[in-house]
């Protein structure tokens, strides 16, 4: 029998990602019998999951109980906030709540899987205050981030008011949006913070994260610093202030713009249809691009992240419409995100193997985090005045770190937990009560399955040892295939030599265990697997095939 876990006199916290590592965020809120979750997030895979792009949380506590699972309330449009609705949301069966930009880009993730009629979408306008989902008061807190209406959520509960930052950081100079001015958060912490819970990524930041702002006057700078040259900016196509920046660089800078990616066409598309890049000049195709003069024309591109089919990577193997050449200027306005070092580095070095010119944000002030450092968590701090920090969105190094700063800014309970961690919040002293299931599912092909499945396990053991595939058919005959041993020209000998200890081993069987098909397929199993060994020191995966009867 499942257990509540969200009895009347509990506040309870669960996070089933995002707590433990970066991404795939989603966290539940447990009040009077019923479950308020804040995003819905998922991340891309790596080299963990061959064959796999996306990663969800596992979903499966809340979905044993989705009769009391009240909505969904998303803070903003990232994919690591957002990615997993069209995949989880109709299942749940839960209203989503979101402000209008991130609504639409949900929209159209609903409108792609065919589900706008199986899943109801509240869009949330920056005046209509607080509303309410189940027995928790939501109100959104604008704060800037590296996206369109980035929010925190300041949820009453009876127990006190949490303050949930999502993903944020200060900047006096957003470019895009009003965020919410120091003494709108210090009246809030007037009003009084029972938990915050609070963003860790950049904790370990000695400075501010930099304002958007400051960013313009960096890639206005270095655009002008090569005249004559074609300039190709790369950024994260969801940064709508810094699409705003490049847009009045262009102007500035007597530029054309031309646009190169899909999801930035769309994001694009999406911020003019509310009401944001209204002035974004009109960009020119790429025909056009490449008739004007090299030094008219600046290019907006995809492919930061080293992504092979996006515009940068096809552009740098000179595989698309738009073309570079020696002298030309690459400009990357973002950061590396960790595990893309390997392919961002593929990209730069046929770029410079052209004669390419980079520029990256350590060279030049032409990108700023949307986390906060140091600086602004110890301020938010102080006009909050939480009594719990919860430290989230950062892997375990992260969050300790953030505890460790809570405390020694005067913040009396810090409580580090992980995905799967149930944390009472109130009443009482807040801490860690029980555990659950909080596993990883991954999107293969087109099936969600558990990321531990055992076609993943069998797929990284292909790909660290090979196999061997051996065919026993009637009469006595072999026939032996490999895939993935370095053996090259020694293949025929091991093929012979395999095919010998194959025989021997058969041989060997006594009395029944000649004719029972499994003993015949284990024996031929080992003997292949060990001549392999041999030759190569791999343990192949070995697959014995029984042709016709038995041999």
Not at 128 to 152: C, K, M, Q, T
Not at 330 to 344: D, H, K, T, Y
Not at 479 to 501: H, S, V
Not at 507 to 518: E, F, I, N, P
């Amino acid at each position: 029998m499942k257990k509540n876990f969200a009895p009347e006199d509990e506040l309870l916290f669960l996070a089933l990602g995002g707590s433990g590592e970066i991404g795939m965020n989603v966290n539940l809120y447990g009040c009077r019998g019923r479950w308020l979750m804040v995003d819905l997030g998922m991340t891309f895979s790596g080299y963990e999951y061959p064959g796999v792009d996306l990663v969800f949380a596992d979903l499966a506590f809340i979905e044993e109980r989705a009769d009391t699972l009240d909505g969904i309330v998303l803070t903003h449009a990232h994919e690591d906030h957002i990615g997993a609705i069209p995949y989880f949301a109709a299942d749940l069966g839960v209203p989503l709540f979101a402000t209008p930009f991130t609504a639409e880009l949900i929209r159209r993730k609903l409108e792609e899987a065919g589900l706008l009629d199986s899943v109801e979408l509240n869009v949330i306008e920056p005046d209509d205050g607080a509303f309410p989902v189940g027995p928790f008061g939501i109100r959104y807190i604008p704060l800037a981030h590296s996206i369109a209406e980035g929010n925190a959520l300041l949820i009453e509960t009876p127990f006190g008011q949490i303050f949930h930052t999502g993903d944020w950081k200060l900047d006096e100079d957003p470019i895009i949006g009003e965020p919410t001015t120091e003494e709108e958060l210090v009246e809030i912490g007037d009003s009084g913070v029972l938990a915050l819970v609070c963003d860790s990524t950049n904790v370990f930041n000695p400075a501010p994260s930099g304002s958007e702002g400051a960013v313009y006057r960096g890639l206005l700078e270095e655009v002008q610093r090569h005249p004559g040259k074609r300039v190709l900016v790369t950024t994260f196509a969801s940064n709508v202030a810094r699409l705003q920046t490049l847009g009045d660089v262009a102007r500035e800078t007597g530029r054309q713009i031309c646009v190169a990616g899909r999801s930035l066409d769309r994001i694009i598309e999406a911020s003019q249809e509310n009401g944001y890049l209204l002035d974004f000049p009109e960009p020119v195709d790429f025909d056009t691009a490449m008739s004007l003069p090299r030094g008219d024309l600046l290019i907006l591109a995809t492919g930061g992240q080293g992504e092979p089919r996006a515009a940068l990577s096809r552009i740098s193997e000179e595989n698309h419409p738009l073309e570079l050449s020696s002298g030309d200027v690459v400009l990357f306005s973002s950061r590396q995100i960790p595990g893309n070092e390997l392919a961002i580095g593929a990209v730069q070095n046929r770029l410079a193997a052209r004669g390419i010119t980079m520029v990256t944000d350590r060279q030049s002030e032409i990108h700023v985090s949307g986390h906060p450092g140091r600086p602004e968590l110890e301020a938010l701090y102080g006009w909050l005045r939480p009594e719990i920090l919860v430290p989230v969105h950062g892997e375990m190094r992260h969050m300790q770190e953030q505890a460790r700063l809570g405390r020694a800014s005067g913040i009396a309970e810090a409580v580090v937990q992980q995905n799967g961690d149930m944390v009472r919040l109130a009443p009482g002293a807040p801490g860690k009560i029980a555990e659950v299931g909080a596993g990883r599912l991954i999107l293969d092909g087109d099936l969600i399955v558990p990321a531990d499945g055992d076609a993943i396990v069998m797929r990284r053991r292909l790909a660290r040892d090979g196999v061997v595939i051996v065919v026993l058919e009637t009469g006595g005959a072999m026939q032996i295939e490999t895939m993935g041993l370095p053996l090259d020209e020694d293949m025929p000998r091991f093929i012979a030599e395999a095919q010998t200890d194959i025989a021997a081993a058969l041989r060997r069987l006594k009395g029944a265990a000649r004719r029972d098909r499994a003993e015949i397929t284990e024996a031929a199993r080992l003997a292949a697997r060990r001549a392999a060994n041999r030759w190569s020191g791999k343990k192949p995966q070995v697959r014995v095939i029984l042709a016709g009867g038995l041999v």
